[in-house]
């Protein structure tokens, strides 16, 4: 599967960037180094310095340990049970959990990118709590990530962990380096997508899983 365009939308330009499974996506998660809190706190008080605002300020007294902790709360994924359980029923269509709300920190500039998560997945022996596939996107967004490699990551946990026989995967996100600086394209949201198994190869499970995560696919 190739990179691929959507028609664009009414209210914004929506670009679709498929990645494809065997397509390499850059650098995998490292949280082997540990937080150290106050190592940030100080960086944050230099880099104000360097940006010639004066941190021994009143103003800005706060200001590093609350930037530390906020950044330090955006990397942290919160702890969860990956439960799953038996599909005694063979239940074999398309699951489908739409506008999964979620905010991550682009690793290039170290801006939020936000938007929505949409999973599906075609249950195989496994199945998982609906609610558990929020906070696998968590999981994801709670570290320094461009798109594309959380949209795969999501995918692989799935797949890994439930060995469906398909999984979509579809985030929408509104990255504010882009928005707020550079080209200042308001509005503008990436859509990137992983599809493996039958949500990639069977026509109408992938049609069915593009209209219910609301997008009209024109796959190549
Ligand atoms: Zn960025």
Not at 8 to 24: I, M
Not at 161 to 177: D, F, I, K, N, R
């Amino acid at each position: 599967m190739t990179s691929t365009e959507l028609a664009a939308s009414a209210t914004s330009a929506r670009r679709l960037h498929a990645v494809a499974p065997d397509e390499p996506v850059d650098g995998a998660i490292d949280r082997a180094g540990a937080i150290d809190r106050a190592g940030a706190i100080e960086a944050i008080e230099s880099l104000l310095a360097a940006l010639g605002r004066d941190p021994g300020s009143t103003h800005l007294a706060e200001t590093p340990r609350r930037v530390a902790d906020a950044l330090i709360e955006l990397l942290t994924p919160h702890p969860f049970a990956a439960t799953t359980f038996a599909n005694d029923e063979h239940y074999d269509e398309l699951v489908v959990v739409a506008d999964i709300p979620f905010s991550s920190l682009c690793e290039h500039h170290l801006l939020p990118f936000r938007g929505v998560a949409h999973i599906g997945y075609v249950p195989g022996d496994r199945l998982v709590g609906l609610s558990k596939l929020a906070r696998v996107v968590e999981l994801f967004a709670r570290d320094l990530q461009v798109q594309e490699r959380m949209t795969r990551q999501i995918a692989d946990w799935i797949g890994e962990t439930l060995e469906p026989s398909g999984v979509g995967v579809v985030l929408e996100a509104e990255h504010l380096c882009m928005s707020l600086r550079g080209v200042q394209a308001e509005g503008t949201r990436t859509v990137t997508s992983s599809l493996v198994g039958s949500v990639r190869d069977d026509d109408r499970t992938r049609r069915e899983f593009l209209a219910r995560a609301g997008l009209r696919g024109t796959e190549a």
